[in-house]
């Protein structure tokens, strides 16, 4: 089928499905679903026609019709491969084909008047403070996998911790993908008010087949409140994943970003934060592509009043024909005088075929700022090789140490010891050079 037919035939099949999708008991829920259908109908998937999908090409995913998963198949779930991926010390939850699934998850022991609510229940239970939030940070017409996501979408998180609580544990959400040629939309507000402390992981895992994954997360960091996201990308190979992440931090908030994208054949994540006086945020990222994956790492930061802080650092390793794409964006608005900002790209390139795009931009509008940005890419340094080499290691052997050392400064930064463990386990396991061991840690 043709794109223009695909395209058509969503609209169409959602016709079949919309009674089944949750909230459309809710009135505001149902017209927004319905814009965004005809804002996604209108438009298709993005192009590279357009700035911010120049160097990604999704026409791939417009060839295909992926089957709406509108109730959950929870027998589909091998236990043992997704207990693989369970954290010790952790509030487990688990949506499996775009559902949650109160079978495998664990929300034992949290605090009274903190919520982890599937999007379902949640709308059923709390319809206008969900309103309140909705399409807030980002709105359909951002861009066509926003608007194919809200129209779409068949269930998701609503995470709130009130006021100064500071959860113990931190919040970990298992996506899985269970057969070929579904897809999964998953929708997320998570909340963090004025004083709250919280952490939230994000694991995406799949089948071995074609899916497609869409996810898109609206946060609101209160005053003074501080969180920690984590996103560990693990789909299957054959897999398209989009990720949308959309922040708003309040004065003196704090958030931090790590993105570790290894699995899929084509990934975007979406990454927008913005920021108010004296609130801080951090971005981390490592991407690792082989064989020919494609994976587009796209952030934004916005500086809307003074004295905010942002550092942002993105690595990335590619062997073979793998593709990496880097465009982060710093905007400076005019009031946000005394802004700090620092943002880097590092690229290895370690095959010929290998590719790496990237887009550091500084948008500035302010005049008594400190900002700064930086990209590299490049292959092994022939001199570090030598150096080793003439300390008795073998080329292979330093070549290795190189590229391990190169790629764990980012694994280093996971706080959380079990997290950390189970990064670096998949980190080795998909490296592309063989023979890194964990000992030289």
Known sequence: MSAEQVNSLYPAEYEKVEALLPGQSVGWLKALRKQALESFASNGFPSLREEDWRYTNVSAIEKKLFSPVVQAEIGAVDIDWLNAYRLNNAWTVVLVDGHFSAALSDLEGLPDGVHVLDMASALEQYPD?????????????????????????????????????????????????????????????IAVDQMAQAEVIETFIGCDDAYLSAAVMEVFIGKNAELTLYKLQLEG???????????????????????????????????????????????????????????????????????????????????????????????????????????????????????????????????????????????????????????????????????????????????????HDQVLEHLLARFPQEGIEQKWL
Request: net charge negative; charged share 25%; glycine share 4%.
């Open 237 to 419: 190979e054959k897999a398209y994943h989009f990720g949308g992440t959309y922040v708003k931090q309040a004065a003196d908030s704090r958030f931090k970003h790590h993105n570790f994208a290894f699995g899929g054949l084509l990934a975007r994540n979406d990454i927008r934060t913005d920021l108010e006086q004296a609130s801080e945020c951090e971005l981390n990222g490592l991407y690792l592509g082989i064989k020919r994956q494609h994976i587009d790492n796209h952030t934004r930061i916005n500086h809307l009043k003074p004295y905010a802080i942002s550092r942002e650092l993105y690595k990335g390793v590619l062997d073979q024909r793998a593709r990496g794409v880097f465009q982060g964006r710093v905007v400076v608005a005019e009031q946000a005088q005394k802004t700090s900002s620092e943002m880097n790209n590092r690229n290895l390139l370690l095959s010929n075929d290998a590719e790496a795009d990237t887009k550091p931009q500084l948008e500035i509008y302010a005049d008594d700022v400190k900002c700064a940005h930086g990209v590299t890419v490049g292959q092994l340094d022939e001199k570090s090789i030598f150096y080793l080499q003439s300390r008795c290691v073998d080329e292979e052997t330093a070549r290795n140490i190189l590229t391990f050392a190169f790629a764990n400064e980012m694994v280093e930064k996971i706080k959380i010891r079990d997290l």
């Open 129 to 189: 403070d969900l309103q309140n939030y909705f399409e807030l940070a980002v709105n359909h017409e951002q861009h066509s996998f926003v608007a194919f996501n809200a129209a779409w979408f068949t269930d998701g998180l609503f995470i709130h911790v009130p006021a100064k609580e500071v959860l113990s544990k931190a919040v970990h959400v298992i996506h899985v993908v269970t057969q070929a040629d579904y897809m999964a939309n998953t929708r997320h507000i």
